[in-house]
């Protein structure tokens, strides 16, 4: 069981940025790929980015266009975060982060977090 614990959600005007945490609570996340998730009020769940288990491969959402960034604590293998700039009142969401072992596709996501609120004001 992979028990996975989102941090870094906040209020941010436009244009501003955050950086969203998603930690293993007391393991590590070597083997496993990551992806995060977005869900707006009345909007179904929103795929957002991944990285595969080894680092490389990383996709966005095409909403993205350059403007966030995802990236894995090699380190320590225990943390994954999602860089957000240029942020827009549309990225309003609860953002969720989501772990499979290995990568057996973009919907076999098998862990999930309880999800981390961002709101961006205009």
């Known amino acids: 069981q992979v028990q996975l614990v989102e941090s870094g959600g906040g209020l941010v005007q436009t244009g501003g940025s955050l950086r969203l945490s998603c930690a293993a609570s007391?393991?590590?996340?070597?083997?496993?790929?990551m992806g995060w998730f977005r869900e707006a009020p009345g909007k179904e769940r929103e795929f957002v980015a991944s990285?595969?288990?080894?680092?490389?491969?990383?996709?966005y959402g095409d909403f993205v266009k350059g403007r966030f960034t995802i990236s894995r604590d090699n380190a320590n293998n225990r943390a994954v975060y999602l860089q957000m700039n240029n942020l827009k009142p549309e990225d309003t969401a609860v953002y969720f982060c989501a772990a499979q072992f290995g990568f057996r596709g973009s919907d076999k996501w098998t862990y999930w977090g309880q999800g981390t609120q961002v709101t961006v004001s205009s």
């Open positions: 990285v595969l288990w080894n680092g490389g491969g990383m996709n």
């Open positions: 007391g393991r590590s996340l070597s083997g496993y790929s």
